[in-house]
Every structure is written in structure tokens, then in C-alpha cells.
């Protein structure tokens, strides 16, 4: 019973801090950038470009941030990564969420490559709420098998491609709340592990029978009904607020799944604001639990740390180097900014994760990370930094560059 305790705790944690009243977006002011500072505006001084002058009655509705990159992906060398952000507005600022594209691809010149987009689109006064994840890749990952007890040294190189297509549209029931339905598919196939060049059973390794045998394809397709509460404006950097999402999935036969199982995913997030004008000066903090409630799950969807939605979590901590049945995470960052004009900030973090230990669904080990990074203003309008972070945990750490926050 202590654990069920520890977790509801856990997961609450985020909504139980005293935070300003969540700001009504029917209420809300046009954009206000005056004495803002971004990227744009020093390129644009720089290379003495004029912005284009629009008319009283047109206003710019699309704001991008693109940022060429180098950084690594797990169990491959370097990457080149173009990460290019659209920020746009659907309908009148004061009533109406920032949606937001991201897409970024990613090659090196060891045939490692992926096509990530991501979408989150609010139509005209947040009626509607319009959420995908595509992803094509062709992805080396480490994995330590089960649990949160898995020395480092004892891990397996899985080489496979794998395509994503996860679609939901949710309505707005009642102000900041929306429910609706969504379908989700997952197919990995050309399914390769090893040890040191080696193949390797995977199913012994793992002692888990779904989805690790060798050159095995592993498809999974089924429905989620989805429930979201969100007073953010906007997610790529959100002001103070609440965040809530429910996702309850259900693979099935019928749908051409391998087999019918079932999970569950919690997440809250809520932001304070330190105080109440001037430079930010902010607390976010971020908790999820995600579990199945059924047997059937292929090895790799099963929960693990950094395969989240947004894949944003466990700075720090390599990509899957916990997986489990059940995970619960917990994260908290303070974020501040260094000019008065908002184009320089950093923020710290720390986190930790536990995986349930194999057929007793137990959570027996924390597994902590922390770190620091450096905010640059990309574009004021659409509030996008440039974001720098330093994580490190026992015996790993890891530099991340990214377009808008982690959370």
C-alpha cells in the first residue's frame, strides 16, 4: 500500500503548490514585446535587414525558430540535426492557445537517420485541440533489461526502424478542459540486438516473451481516449500555470495489433512565478506515471525513462536506461532570467525516476539526475529559446540543444 501512497503523492505533488490564479485566455492582452530582445532583432541590426511593415489590419501569424545543430543520438556517434519550430495562432491572441510544429530530422554518415514531427494545434477560440506524433527512424538503443537495479556494464545495442503515427482530437467540455479519442500506432521491424557486434537473444537477456525475438516484426495499433486540462498559453516556453493529460490506451486485434493490451499514462505539470513582474523568475515542476495494465506490450513500448510523448525527460540519464512495466518520474526546475530584456536566462534541474522491478511491479530504486543550462531568445514572439543543458547522473552525462523547454 505504501507505494500506491508514494505515488499518488508524487504525482499530486505539482498541483498541491501555491501558484498565482491561472490566467483566463479570454481575458488576455495582444502580445506585448516592448523592450524584449531576441536573436532575430541582432541578426537583423547586424546585417542591416529592414522587417517587413505590415498594415494595421494584417498582423504576422507564423513565427519560426531554426537551429542547425550537432549532438548525439544513443548508441551512435554525432548527428546533424536541423530542429526548425512553428509557432502560429489559429485565431484572436486573446482567446485562442499558440499552436505549434516542430519538426527534426537528423542524419549521420553511419545510416542513422529519423524524421520526427510533432503537432499541437488549438483552433479559433481553443474549441478544438489537435495533437500527432510521426516519427520514421532507423535507431541504435541501449537497453539494461527490466527494473531500476541493472548494473551499467550489463546492456544490449538494439538496432531497428521503426515508424510512429499517433493522431487525437479533443473538444473543450468546460473551460481549460477537453477530452476526445485518438489512435496510435507503433511497427517495429528489421529488429537487430548485439553485444560487441554480436547477436543476441534478446528474450534471454530480458526474460520478457513479447516483442524480443530476433528479426521479429512488432506491430501495434490501437485507440486512446485522452484527457487534457491546460491553462498554458503557450507550450514551447509556458507561463504560470497547470497542465494535466490522461492518456488511456488499448491495442487491439482487431485494429491488426500482435496482441490486445492495455496502459495507462499520467501527467501534471504546474509552473509558479516567483514574482509578479519583471525579468522571469519561476518554478516548473513535472510528474508522470506511466504503466500497463495488461500483458502483451512489446519490449520497446514498454515505459522507460526518455520515451515519453515529447521525449524530454531524464536529462541526464541516457535515453532508456530504465524500463519497466511501471515508471514514475518527477522533475523540478528553477528558471530565471539573466537580462532584463529576456534575451539571456538559465535555468537548474533535478530529477529522478523509478522503474518497477520485473513481475513484482515493485519500485525498489531511485535513480536521481541534475544539471543546469543556458536560455537564448530565438524569437520574442512566439517566446522560443534556444535551450542548453548540462545533465549528469552516477557514471553518465550528456549535453542537450533543443528549440523551447523541456516542459
Known amino acids: 500500500m505504501h507505494r500506491y501512497i508514494f505515488l499518488v503523492l508524487i504525482c499530486l505533488l505539482p498541483l498541491l503548490v501555491k501558484a498565482q490564479v491561472p490566467v483566463d485566455t479570454t481575458n488576455s492582452p495582444d502580445i506585448d514585446t516592448t523592450g524584449q530582445k531576441d536573436l532575430i532583432d541582432i541578426g537583423l541590426k547586424l546585417f542591416k535587414f529592414k522587417p517587413r511593415k505590415y498594415p494595421n489590419k494584417e498582423k504576422k501569424q507564423i513565427y519560426y525558430s531554426v537551429l542547425p545543430i550537432s549532438t548525439a543520438v544513443p548508441g551512435a556517434s554525432n548527428v546533424l540535426v536541423t ?27 553511419k545510416g542513422r537517420y529519423g524524421l520526427p514531427i510533432h503537432s499541437s494545434i488549438w483552433l479559433k477560440d481553443n474549441t478544438f485541440n489537435i495533437q500527432g506524433d510521426t516519427r520514421f527512424l532507423v535507431y541504435p538503443q541501449n537497453t539494461w533489461g527490466l527494473g531500476g537495479g541493472q548494473p551499467e556494464n550489463n546492456r544490449v545495442l538494439i538496432n531497428y526502424d ?35 557486434n554480436q547477436p543476441v537473444s534478446l528474450a534471454d537477456f530480458t526474460h520478457y516473451v513479447y516483442g524480443t525475438t530476433t528479426n521479429q516484426k512488432s506491430f501495434t495499433s490501437g485507440l486512446s481516449l485522452n484527457f ?15 497542465y494535466g493529460n490522461i492518456i488511456y490506451r488499448f491495442n487491439t486485434e482487431v485494429l491488426g495489433s500482435d496482441n490486445n493490451s492495455r496502459s495507462l499514462y499520467l501527467d501534471f505539470r504546474k509552473y509558479v512565478s516567483l514574482t509578479e513582474a519583471g525579468p522571469k523568475n519561476q518554478l516548473a515542476f513535472w510528474s508522470y506515471y506511466w504503466t500497463t495494465l495488461s500483458t502483451g506490450t512489446p519490449y520497446l513500448n514498454l515505459p522507460s525513462i526518455g520515451m515519453d510523448p515529447y521525449q524530454r525527460s531524464g536529462r541526464g540519464i541516457e535515453q532508456s536506461r530504465y524500463r519497466g512495466e511501471s515508471l514514475i518520474y518527477f522533475e523540478t526546475e528553477y528558471r530565471r ?13 533535478a530529477n529522478v525516476n523509478s522503474a518497477s ?33 548540462y545533465g549528469f547522473s552516477k557514471g553518465y552525462s550528456d549535453l542537450n540543444i533543443a528549440l523551447g523547454e523541456a516542459f
Open 83 to 109: 530542429s526548425t519550430t512553428a509557432g502560429f495562432y489559429l485565431g484572436p491572441r486573446k482567446t485562442t492557445y499558440l499552436s505549434s510544429v516542430t519538426f527534426a530530422p537528423y542524419f549521420n554518415f
Open 162 to 196: 521503426y515508424l510512429r503515427f499517433y493522431q487525437s482530437a479533443l473538444k473543450r467540455i468546460s473551460s481549460y478542459f477537453y477530452a476526445g479519442i485518438g489512435y496510435n500506432m507503433d511497427y517495429y521491424f528489421d529488429f537487430n540486438p548485439t553485444i560487441a
Open 228 to 242: 487534457l486540462y491546460d491553462t498554458r498559453q503557450n507550450s514551447l516556453n509556458p507561463i504560470p500555470g497547470v
Open 337 to 349: 532570467d539573466i537580462t532584463n530584456n529576456g534575451l539571456l536566462g538559465f535555468v537548474l534541474f
Open 357 to 389: 522491478q520485473p513481475n513484482t511491479r515493485k519500485f525498489e530504486y531511485l535513480n536521481p539526475a541534475g544539471g543546469g543550462g543556458l536560455r537564448i531568445k530565438f524569437n520574442k514572439k512566439s517566446n522560443t529559446n534556444i535551450c542548453f543543458d
